[in-house]
C-alpha cells in the first residue's frame, strides 16, 4: 500500500526565515510525487512536481529515494506563503493521488 | 475553460436530511476524484469515477454514502442522514482521459462545505 506522512500539523517560521515542510512515503514502485498548495478556503493548486525538477514561487523539493522523502524547501519565507501544504504521491495505474495530512505553514512579520 | 465547478459551495443540514454535492470537471475531462478533508485534517480520498462508472471507492463509507458520475451531467456526491460528523470540505477533483504519469495534472474544485446542525 501506499502511504504519504507529513509528520508537522503546523510549521510557524519569521519571514525571511528558511522553511522546510517535510514529506516522507512508503511505495513499493517509482514513485511519482508532488506538492500541493491551498491558501485559505481557496481550491487546492499544484505547486510543483518532481518529474519537472522546477522551482515555483522559490519552493523546490528533491526526491531522495533513499530516505523514502520529499521535502518542500524555501530559502527565505514571505508571508504570502502561509496556507496548507500536501505531499501526494501518484499510484501505479496513474489515475490517483493519495495525499499525506497537510502541514500549516505560518509565516510571521 | 471555467474549471472545475462545484456547487453548493456552502451547505447547512439538519440530522438526518440528505446532502447532495455537485462537480462538473473541466471541459474534456472524463475522471472525477471526491476528497473529504474534515475540519484540522487532511484530504481523504474517497471515490474515483469515469463516466457511469465507479473505478475505486476504497475511501467511502460504507452506509449512507453514495457517488455517480452520469453520462449527461455533474458528478453527485450523496449524503444521505447525515450527521454532525459529515460537516466538511468536499473537494471535486478532475483529471483528463490519460493518465497523470504523461503530464497530465489533477485540477481542483473550490470545495463544498457542508455543515450538519
Known amino acids: 500500500a501506499q502511504r504519504v506522512t507529513q509528520p508537522e500539523k503546523l510549521l510557524s517560521v519569521f519571514k525571511g526565515a528558511p522553511v522546510e515542510l517535510k514529506c516522507n512515503y512508503s511505495?513499493?514502485?517509482?514513485?511519482?510525487l508532488f506538492w500541493y498548495v491551498q491558501y485559505s478556503r481557496q481550491r487546492l493548486q499544484l505547486l510543483l512536481r518532481?518529474?519537472s525538477r522546477e522551482s515555483i514561487k522559490g519552493f523546490t523539493a528533491d526526491l531522495n529515494k533513499g530516505e523514502t522523502s520529499f521535502h518542500l524547501k524555501k530559502p527565505f519565507a514571505q508571508e504570502e506563503d502561509s496556507a496548507m501544504y500536501y505531499c501526494?504521491?501518484?499510484?501505479?495505474?496513474?489515475?490517483?493521488?493519495?495525499f499525506g495530512g497537510g502541514t500549516r505553514l505560518m509565516v510571521k512579520p | 475553460n471555467a474549471g472545475v465547478m462545484q456547487n453548493p459551495r456552502h451547505l447547512v443540514r439538519r440530522r438526518g436530511q440528505e446532502a447532495r454535492l455537485r462537480c462538473s470537471p473541466m471541459?474534456?475531462?472524463?475522471?472525477v476524484y471526491w476528497y473529504r478533508q474534515l475540519p484540522e485534517e487532511g484530504l481523504k480520498f474517497m471515490v474515483y469515477?469515469?463516466?457511469?462508472?465507479?473505478?475505486?471507492e476504497s475511501g467511502m463509507p460504507k452506509e449512507r454514502f453514495s457517488a455517480e458520475f452520469p453520462k449527461e451531467g455533474p458528478s453527485i456526491l450523496r449524503i444521505q442522514q447525515v450527521v454532525r460528523g459529515d460537516s466538511a470540505a468536499y473537494f471535486c477533483?478532475?483529471?483528463?482521459?490519460?493518465?497523470?504519469?504523461?503530464?497530465?495534472?489533477?485540477?481542483f474544485g473550490e470545495g463544498s462545505w457542508l455543515t450538519v446542525v
Open positions: 501526494a504521491l501518484l499510484n501505479n495505474a496513474g489515475n490517483m493521488l493519495t
Open positions: 518532481h518529474i
Open positions: 471541459k474534456g475531462h472524463s475522471h
Open positions: 511505495y513499493s514502485g517509482s514513485p511519482e
Open positions: 477533483a478532475s483529471s483528463p482521459p490519460a493518465a497523470l504519469t504523461s503530464g497530465n495534472t489533477i485540477y
Open positions: 469515477l469515469q463516466k457511469e462508472n465507479i473505478i475505486d
